[in-house]
């Protein structure tokens, strides 16, 4: 899959996972490990990210320098572990995730580019929904999760705010 991505003049950047790591014990129910990398402690946390670039490093993947938690969970820490394996950007912030998996403790939201503990924050997009069956809600920019004419508006916004940075999932 990286070679397939780099023969078509990407980049391949980190995501993680940690609980893929139950597939390693000799029982995977057993389900010892968080998903939610900010669950774990900062020695752990670089652990885990070092071991999770060597490999996707081993299969090819060049200057390897952003990452992305899994389910957006990760805290001020894990910005630590990523500066002490090398790493320059994380896209983990997820502002409507917040008191959910996202674990960050950052007062108020963000929403434009920041660095926090020597680390730039491209925080995922998000905006609030307009909707007829349920009440106004943050929502992130997904092309998963919100149509076509949902990102056309938010993006016609952002311009017309002099807004320069946009991160969709």
Same mark, same amino acid.
């Given at each position: 899959v990286v070679e397939y991505i780099l023969k078509r003049g990407h980049d391949v950047q980190l995501h993680v996972h940690p609980n893929y790591l139950n597939f390693t014990l000799d029982d995977p129910t057993e389900v010892r490990?968080?998903?939610? !990398?900010? /669950?774990?402690?900062?020695?752990?946390? !670089?652990?885990? !990210?070092?071991? #999770?670039?060597?490999?996707?490093?081993?299969?090819? #993947?060049? /200057?390897?320098? #952003?990452?992305?938690?899994?389910?957006?969970? #990760? /805290?001020?820490?894990t910005l630590k572990a990523l500066e002490a394996n090398g790493f320059t950007i994380d896209s983990s912030y997820n502002a409507s995730f917040l008191e959910g998996p996202c674990l960050f403790k950052i007062g108020g939201s963000i929403n434009q580019p920041i660095v926090i503990n020597g680390i730039l924050e491209l925080p995922i997009t998000n905006f609030t929904e307009h909707s007829y069956i349920r009440p106004r809600r943050l929502m992130p920019l997904d092309i998963n999760g919100v149509g076509f004419e949902e990102i056309r508006y938010v993006l016609l916004k952002a311009y017309s705010y002099g807004i320069q940075f946009v991160t969709i999932i």
């Open positions: 490990f968080s998903d939610l !990398i900010g /669950n774990y402690d900062l020695e752990r946390q !670089i652990e885990i !990210i070092g071991e #999770a670039r060597h490999s996707l490093e081993s299969y090819g #993947a060049l /200057n390897v320098k #952003a990452f992305r938690a899994g389910c957006f969970g #990760a /805290n001020e820490l």
